[in-house]
Structures are given as structure tokens and as C-alpha cells.
T-cell receptor
């Protein structure tokens, strides 16, 4: 079974631009979560989607948004990029978000660099 | 609110020595606890999980962890370190219900010396 796939692996953007990151969950997984990883702040939760609905949201500004499609694939978008948005963005999937039965399975991430 | 602390941002052990990585948590409800490992330029890989069954949990690559409610701890151990164990290790806690998120600790970088 294929794992969580994130594209692209690397991105370089300029301040003020916007960016879209893509995530394909493990087949059959319907819950997709996004995390931001930086050396200073560690792993921080962005949001979780289930059945095309945002079910949980972390403490990030509105510039960070996401969506989930009917096939469970997910995208996240960051508008008006700032230097501080440079990070590794990790996507993780779970069967349904019941972590007693199905923990998070992570992709290899998209490394975003904002210049 | 849930939180996780990991004592020691960097731990060094000799090859063949015991590995002990510490994790303490706070949670208002019985938690689910996890250990993940991250190798350079990769995502996180699940090592093991505690979900209120046996308190001693065995994971992959010879790692195990013991849930101690009285100490609010979930320390990760391995009897004999291997060079390939060098990586960053994250402890995480969640309430486990639908729509909850994982709260991760700051991570511990493990170095294995020859």
C-alpha cells in the first residue's frame, strides 16, 4: 500500500506570493491533517479535514487555508507569504481520526523556502 | 490543554549502550501517547503507541516504552543502540477522539557514537 504522498518536495517562493501544497493520503484514509515544522517552534498543528470538512483548526492566521476533495486528497494554501512561513509542511493521514485504531501516518513533507 | 515535555534536546550514546529518551505529558483526560522518529529530510515514522491497553508497549526496531500514569511519563528505551538509530525522536499526546489533533514534544536528537 502506498504511503502518504506530498508534492512538491521543495518550493522556493518570494515574499507576498501564494503557494499551494498537495497531499494524497493512504488509500482508504479519510482524515488528513497538516502540520508545520520549524526549528524554533517544532511541530505545530494547522488543520484537519474529514469528508471534505474542516474538523479542527490550529492557531494560525487566515492566510493559511486548506481543503479536501471527495477522493480525500487535500491541499493547503498559504497566501501573502512571509519569511517566517519558511518551514517543512507535513501532511498526515488516518483512517477516520480515531487515533486509538489508526494513528497518524506522515508524508515526507514539502520544504518551503520564502525569500 | 495537553502538553508534552522531552527532557534533553540532544542525547548521545555509544553503540551497544542503552537508549533512554524521556517524555512527560500533561492531559486533562486519559491520553493516547505515541513515539515517532524522523530521519533527515523525511517525514515522521510511527515507532509505537499507547492506547490504554498494556502499559508496556513494544514497537519497531527494538524500541519499547512504558506508560506510568503516576509519573505522567512515557519514556522510550532500547537495550542496545545501533548506528542506524541516530535520528530525531518525538513524543506526542492526543485525546484520541475524532477531530482531535496530536500535540508533539520539542523532540530529542539521538546521536550514536562508534
Amino acid at each position: 500500500k502506498a504511503g502518504v504522498t506530498q508534492t512538491p518536495r521543495y518550493l522556493i517562493k518570494t515574499r507576498g506570493q501564494q503557494v499551494t501544497l498537495s497531499c494524497s493520503p493512504i488509500s482508504g484514509h479519510r482524515s488528513v491533517s497538516w502540520y508545520q515544522q520549524t526549528p524554533g517552534q517544532g511541530l505545530q498543528f494547522l488543520f484537519e479535514y474529514f469528508s471534505e470538512t474542516q474538523r479542527n483548526k490550529g492557531n494560525f492566521p487566515g492566510r493559511f487555508s486548506g481543503r479536501q476533495f471527495s477522493n480525500s486528497r487535500s491541499e493547503m494554501n498559504v497566501s501573502t507569504l512571509e519569511l517566517g512561513d519558511s518551514a517543512l509542511y507535513l501532511c498526515a493521514s488516518s483512517l477516520d481520526g480515531d487515533f486509538s485504531n489508526s494513528p497518524l501516518h506522515f508524508g515526507n513533507g514539502t520544504r518551503l523556502t520564502v525569500t | 490543554a495537553q502538553s508534552v515535555t522531552q527532557l534533553g534536546s540532544h542525547v548521545s550514546v555509544s553503540e551497544g549502550a542503552l537508549v533512554l529518551l524521556r517524555c512527560n505529558y500533561s492531559s486533562s483526560v486519559p491520553p493516547y501517547l505515541f513515539w515517532y522518529v524522523q530521519y533527515p529530510n523525511q517525514g515522521l515514522q510511527l515507532l509505537l503507541k499507547y492506547t490504554s491497553a498494556a502499559t508496556l508497549v513494544k514497537g519497531i526496531n527494538g524500541f519499547e516504552a512504558e506508560f506510568k500514569k503516576s509519573e505522567t511519563s512515557f519514556h522510550l528505551t532500547k537495550p542496545s543502540a545501533h548506528m542506524s538509530d541516530a535520528a530525531e525522536y518525538f513524543c506526542a499526546v492526543t485525546k484520541g477522539n475524532y477531530g482531535q489533533n496530536f500535540v508533539f514534544g520539542p523532540g530529542t536528537r539521538l546521536s550514536v557514537l562508534p
